[in-house]
């Protein structure tokens, strides 16, 4: 191996996902509830099948986004290569306009109030917020949430176009699960490759892609790049803006706000040690089926001495490798073999991995009066229902069907596993070595996926601290830092003089408050709260007035 | 040479490009974070698609014309076999042809500012002037060019516009070869200067930052979280506004 980095990396879980949007909601409020990203959702939850969020974004003959083998079996941006990209540049050719995600609205609300009395109540209606005028809702980033919609929206679903004919006549009663969707992070990441300014780049410490909002030009091309359409153009600044993997809160040790907020405790956090030398090698296998496979052997064993006297050598800190040996998803993708990446075809190697749901399978099978939870049941019905497994394969493994079939014997085996050992019954070593684990193996999984343990699914080792002083938020600015706001000073006045690194002020006020206990120095800090690093425990000063002093 | 010469031909220029580089060096270092295109293509993308192209690859041949046209002196063309006929066909047909397509993609582009809501909403009053700016110049410029070539006898500003443009980047202008240019090249230069004096000032400024780099860098870029390197020392105020329907 001649590389070594690290990855930060997370596994959602689907079967434990209810689809609240609850993720998506937190991470709106944190990160785009501002002017400019009113359609922008750097998380957003789809129920599928469905068209997801910008329609029919994984239509890539249609969208170009992602890599693609030329003729000689070289690797290439799909949407053209360096000097193409320069030529159409003035226009981009492939870009989704705003109808494709939505056209965002806010409501007359003033209407509520201003309206002289009348016998009708007063009624606050649409206003879109990219004219500005009276609108009609016909679309939003979850239209077609649980099916809604679904005979005339479902269809268009393009994962659903290539399936048989059969298999899309039954779907809607055969299943519908929930699919929560961030920045890949991709190891071989096309937005980034798309820019033409270099203002993306993915961190060489923790592999987070994030957009330099100071050199980004808005040439928009990353746009079309990402296949995922996870990098999204404020339409106000005029830059690119994408998921950060809340780089602030990862930097303290914090899991991002869409894991810290999600109440089925399904995102798991973690490192993972990659060989950076043969990302190209692996993205580039022919046959696209194999690409899940190259993926995993990028992918390094942090228990491999050899593997640790190279990431030694590559400047990988100690407690990033006493993490990565930790690292729950390191775990879920070899130990336990049940996390499969999302659209592998498109060759990007994206680093959010997902365990496909199970339980549109108990589902059909209870239906059907059979026990759902019994293994063998379990796993003859895994092989019988064609339709849940085609589907998936068509999400996670570019259509090859058995790794699919394989995760869902082993999630089926735990089921029936430890439904037994609930119901007071003994051990049956049979059901695990089925399916090629063992009892114990079996139990820990089910620790991990089922009792999910906050210490154990977040493993996330902090930057250091002696890079804090160089910490520097990169891609955004203060919350606070608006005309007249607490967060400015300088010689001229409001956003005058020189930005204050706000990375290193909230690294070290976080660390303080997490392990003094004390409250922060009010005078220090101002009245000033950074609810983006606020991890609800302890009342920060700031967040409400001071009481006044009883006499 | 009166006073108002020396003032147009002598002092302005030096005064535009002045503020030119000056400007471009304060705006970089100052505000970054609003250094951009601006582009309205999710908005709108029908028109900009004829539009945009149509008015930038005629304007960087217009800017290759002007090159040609003001940088390389007479001499050299005549030495390396160029008569004065066959470059003036040349300039005239290649200078009316990119022209035209400049002024109609800015025609195509204006319009659709005006006319799609979006688009309209999101512009500026920075970009106004800007706009009207950049027609009027080209405007100028290209009407010099048909008055003096294509309608009248033909003027050769190779002998009087382009010395004096070379002038001034020598530090000597020579201010009467520019005094006895026909009007509209002098206003078409005038306006032209006007123009170089707002362009760090509006969204212009990305034309500087052109990415041509992009043609030999990897395609994936490291970065390390502590490599410090050049940021925008402004602190990033647009985009943080709080969400609302957007201000008429």
Redesign the interface.
């Known amino acids: 191996m001649t590389r070594v980095m690290a990855q930060l990396a997370m596994v959602m879980n689907l079967d434990k996902c209810i689809g609240c949007h609850t993720c998506s909601v937190t991470c709106k409020q944190t990160w785009t509830n501002r002017a400019g990203t009113e359609y922008v959702w750097f998380n957003n939850v789809e129920t599928r099948p469905g068209q997801g969020y910008p329609r029919t974004y994984q239509d890539q003959e249609k969208w170009q986004g992602g890599w693609e083998l030329d003729r000689r079996g070289r690797l290439r941006l799909k949407a053209g290569g360096r000097l193409r990209k320069l030529l159409t540049i003035f226009a981009n050719p492939v870009m989704p306009s705003i109808q494709d995600y939505y056209e965002p609205w806010t409501y007359d609300y003033d209407r509520l109030f201003s309206a002289p009395v009348q016998d009708s109540t007063p009624v606050a209606r649409p206003r879109s917020l990219i004219s500005g005028e009276p609108t009609k809702i016909t679309w939003s980033a979850n239209w077609d949430d649980n099916l809604a919609g679904g005979p005339e929206l479902a269809p268009s679903d393009p994962i659903l176009k290539r399936m048989s004919e059969q298999v899309t006549l039954d779907f809607e009663r055969a299943f519908m699960f929930y699919l929560p969707r961030i920045c890949e992070h991709c190891l071989n990441p096309s937005c980034v490759a798309s820019c033409p300014s270099g203002a993306m780049y993915k961190r060489s410490e923790d592999g987070i892609v994030l957009v330099d909002q100071d050199r980004c030009r808005g040439w928009r091309m990353c746009v079309t790049g990402c296949p995922y359409k996870k990098v999204y153009f404020n339409h106000k600044t005029g830059k690119a803006e994408k998921c950060t993997f809340c780089y602030p809160r990862v930097e303290v040790g914090l899991p991002t706000v869409c894991s810290e907020t999600c109440v089925g405790r399904l995102r798991y956090l973690g490192v993972l040690l990659y060989d950076a030398d043969r990302v190209t090698e692996a993205a580039t296998v022919p046959d696209e089926k194999d690409l899940f496979e190259a993926h995993k052997n990028v992918l390094l064993d942090p228990n491999d001495p050899d593997v640790v006297a190279a990431a030694r050598r590559d400047g990988i800190p100690e407690d990033w490798l006493e993490a990565a040996r930790r690292s729950p998803i390191h775990k879920l993708i070899f130990d336990f073999g049940v996390a499969l990446p999302l659209h592998p075809e498109f060759r990007t190697l994206p680093m959010v991995w997902y365990i496909p749901p199970l339980s549109p399978v108990v589902d059909a099978l209870a239906n059907t009066g059979h026990d759902g939870e019994e293994a063998g049941n379990l796993f003859g019905a895994i092989d019988a229902l064609r339709i849940p497994v085609e589907y998936l394969a068509e999400l996670f493994t570019a259509g090859d069907p058995e790794p699919v079939r394989a995760v869902l014997r082993r999630l089926a085996a735990m089921r029936s596993y430890m439904r037994r050992i609930n119901l007071g019954r003994p051990r049956k070593e049979s059901i695990a070595t089925a399916v090629g684990m063992t009892g114990e193996k079996i139990e820990e999984m089910h620790r991990l996926l089922a009792i999910a343990a906050y210490d154990e699914r977040y493993v996330i080792p902090k930057a250091h601290a002696e890079q804090g002083a160089r910490l520097e938020e990169l891609a955004t600015g203060c919350s606070l830092d608006y005309e007249g706001g607490p967060g400015m000073s300088g010689p001229f006045g409001e956003a005058s003089g020189r930005p204050r690194p706000v990375a290193v002020e909230t690294f070290h006020a976080l660390k303080e408050r997490q392990e003094s206990g004390a409250l922060v120095d009010p005078e220090e800090r101002a009245g000033r709260v950074n609810l983006l690093n606020w991890d609800g425990k302890g009342l920060p000063d700031g967040l409400f007035p001071n009481r006044k002093k009883e006499s | 040479m009166n006073a108002l010469d020396l003032i147009l031909w002598g002092i302005a220029p030096y005064l535009a490009l002045t503020v030119f580089v000056l400007g471009h060096v304060w705006r970089y270092r100052y505000d ?2 609003g ?11 029908r028109l ?2 004829v539009g ?2 149509l ?3 005629g304007v960087l041949m217009v800017l290759l014309g002007h090159v040609g046209g003001l940088v390389v002196p007479k001499s050299w063309t005549e030495a390396a076999g160029v008569s004065e006929e066959m470059y003036h066909v040349v300039a005239v047909v290649l200078g009316t042809v990119a022209g035209v397509c400049t002024l109609a993609g800015l025609a195509i582009l204006i319009y659709r500012r005006r006319t799609v ?2 688009v309209f ?2 512009t500026t009053r920075n970009d106004k002037l800007m706009y009207a700016m950049l027609a009027l110049t080209l405007v100028l410029g290209l009407s010099a060019t048909v008055v003096a070539n294509v309608l009248g006898g033909g003027y050769d500003y190779r002998t009087t516009i382009s010395p004096w443009f070379r002038s001034v980047f020598a530090f000597q202008p020579e201010i009467s070869l520019m005094a006895g240019a026909p009007l509209l090249f002098q206003l078409h230069a005038l306006s032209a200067l006007a123009l170089f004096a707002v362009w760090p000032f509006t969204r212009l400024v ?1 034309m500087l ?1 052109a ?5 030999t ?1 990897p ?8 490599l ?1 390197g ?17 201000r ?1």
């Open positions: 970054k974070f250094w951009t295109t601006r582009s309205s293509q999710l908005y709108e993308s900009l698609r945009s192209p008015f930038h690859f809501g979006p909403i999101a990305h930052t990415p041509i780099g992009y043609l860098r395609y994936v870029v490291y970065r390390s979280r502590d410090g050049e940021r925008g020392t402004r602190p990033a105020r647009r985009g943080w506004e709080p969400a609302g329907p957007p008429r």
